[in-house]
């Protein structure tokens, strides 16, 4: 691959905003035909790197070279017209359309020069489809695909315009194993055909499975490019984290302990794009008991979340089934997250800084916001009361800022998940339930929200967690409940904890066999 010249050819490209560095010094050569991957901790500067390519940023200092003509993309079209393409992790598709749509949206060839010629565009897709091996039907509606199949369409989407340069951001995290393996047998083959892949995961296994050479940032700098043939997993990790990771230590039993939360067949329905109810968690029940991390795994779209909003009295939809908590019992429908945190529940969202920190008010504002009731039950609170529940949460948290009145998005990820954590616990709850709770935060970050978890569910408190990191479900968790298509296809025992397991029951093989085994 390296006799030939490199398609793309940074050096020491540089990127600031205002007065932070986002990326300093990185040096990077990606050849034709070449699968290279980039890693680093959430925060370590892989994105700017891609918005950089793709002409969303532009550096701040450096070269950036492609095909040894240097370039400073101003759009992201112009970095397309240089045949660079994107493929990000949230899909950029239209269900409603089909395939060939998808594919020429925005291009569409014309009759006349009036009317769009969808004879040509259904042809001229199933062309590329073919060509590329994608065994897809150019007509079908994107919404009756699967999401490797929809992954499938991005990339065709990409190719058609002529991409030799394709850019992949964690591909495979909403694919099932078998959907992964068939991804990384069609980045291969691109390969194979000369084109340029830059794949950025966090997916040790699969980056050492697929890629040719790795390179690793770390805080925002270049820390080294190496062949995955010349390093170790630990080796890659030393780099990214600059230390070791101290290993999990053994869980302990807690199917002694009370049952600290009930869940009994509840479900939900919406409506989908074209207005029909569809199950989105189809009679799911379970128990968790006091002091018990009780993990929730499955891909995206599997009704995770759902059933965590459920329990919370949140979704929107039709509800069914029943939970029970501290001898009281309640029907889904009639629960509200009033009802629910009286009751001893708290729940974490996925998206902090939409629905769970006020990011524009200061810290002392958003640690008392849930506890407000108690600690102003006449309606008036002091700045004392604030000030000593605050730093209390600070000290306790371990949350690194510069004190009360420091405004939430001045703090790091991590520092923010701690704050949404600890303004919670403030409402002395019972149960947590916590959705993705170390998305975007760095592995440093990680290891002490997990800290802080198993601290309290040593108190006895119950806590039910959905991840879509299984490494993190599997070190966590007691028992995992694994979702596929609004299903429960399994609960898994801390003996019985494997990726393979998992991810088999996570997909719709998994569903195939609990219906088997009613």
Not at 188 to 197: D, H, S, T, W
Request: net charge neutral.
């Amino acid at each position: 691959m390296e006799s030939s010249k490199p398609v793309i050819s940074l050096r020491a490209v540089s990127k600031s905003f205002a007065h932070v560095i986002a990326l300093r010094s990185v040096d990077l050569d990606v050849y034709p035909g070449e699968i290279h991957a980039i890693m680093g901790e959430n925060g370590a500067g892989k994105s700017t790197l891609v918005k950089i390519l793709s002409g969303v940023h532009q550096r701040s200092a450096g070269h950036m070279e492609v095909r040894g003509r240097e370039v400073d993309f101003a759009t992201p079209k112009e970095a397309e017209r240089d045949g660079i393409a994107i493929i990000h992790q949230e899909l950029n598709l239209i269900p409603s359309l089909s395939v060939s749509e998808n594919i020429f949206l925005g291009r569409e060839p014309l009759k006349a020069g009036l009317f769009i010629d969808y004879r040509e565009i259904e042809n001229r897709s199933a062309e590329i489809l073919a060509r590329f091996g994608i065994d897809i039907d150019a007509r079908a509606d994107v919404e009756t695909l699967r999401v490797g199949e929809q992954q499938l369409v991005e990339i065709a989407r990409a190719l058609s315009l002529n991409a030799d340069v394709l850019v992949l951001d964690e591909p495979t995290s909403a694919l099932s194993e078998a959907e992964a393996q068939r991804l990384a047998g069609f980045v291969r083959a691109l390969a194979k055909q000369g084109v340029a892949i830059l794949y950025i995961s966090h997916r040790m296994s699969e980056v050492f499975a697929l890629a040719d050479k790795i390179t690793v940032l770390r805080d925002g700098n270049f820390i080294a490019t190496r062949r995955s043939s010349e390093v170790s997993e630990r080796d890659v990790i030393r780099m990214m984290v600059g230390r070791e990771l101290k290993p999990q230590e053994s869980k302990s039993t807690v199917s002694g302990n009370p049952v600290a939360l009930s869940v009994r067949n509840i479900g939900l329905q919406k409506p989908n794009s074209r207005g029909r109810m569809h199950k989105v968690v189809d009679d799911v029940s379970f128990e968790v008991h006091a002091g018990e991390i009780f993990g929730i795994g499955g891909l995206l779209g599997s009704g995770r979340t759902e059933v965590l909003e459920l329990i919370f009295g949140a979704p929107i939809g039709q509800r069914s089934g029943a939970i029970s908590r501290g001898g009281i019992s309640s029907n889904v429908q009639s629960l509200t997250p009033r009802v629910s945190v009286t009751n001893g529940i708290a729940f974490l969202t996925e998206d902090r800084k939409g629905s769970g920190l006020l990011m524009q008010a200061d810290i002392r504002s958003n640690a008392v916001l849930p506890s407000l009731p108690q600690l102003a039950p006449l309606g008036w609170i002091s700045r004392l009361r604030e000030n000593a529940v605050t730093r209390r949460m600070i000290q306790s948290m371990r949350v690194r800022c510069q004190g009360p009145d420091q405004k939430i998005e001045e703090l790091s990820g991590g520092n923010q998940q701690k704050i949404v954590l600890g303004k919670w616990l403030e409402t002395r709850p019972r149960v947590v339930l916590l959705d993705e709770p170390t998305r975007g935060i760095d592995v440093g970050a990680k290891e002490e929200i997990y800290d802080l978890l198993k601290q309290l569910a040593a108190t006895g408190v119950a806590i039910v967690m959905v991840s879509s990191e299984l490494p993190e479900l599997l070190s966590l968790s007691n028992r995992i409940l694994v979702m596929c298509e609004g299903r429960a296809t399994g609960i898994v025992g801390s003996e019985e904890f494997s990726e393979e397991r998992i991810m088999e029951l996570a997909t719709p093989l998994g569903v195939r066999l609990q219906g088997e085994a009613a």
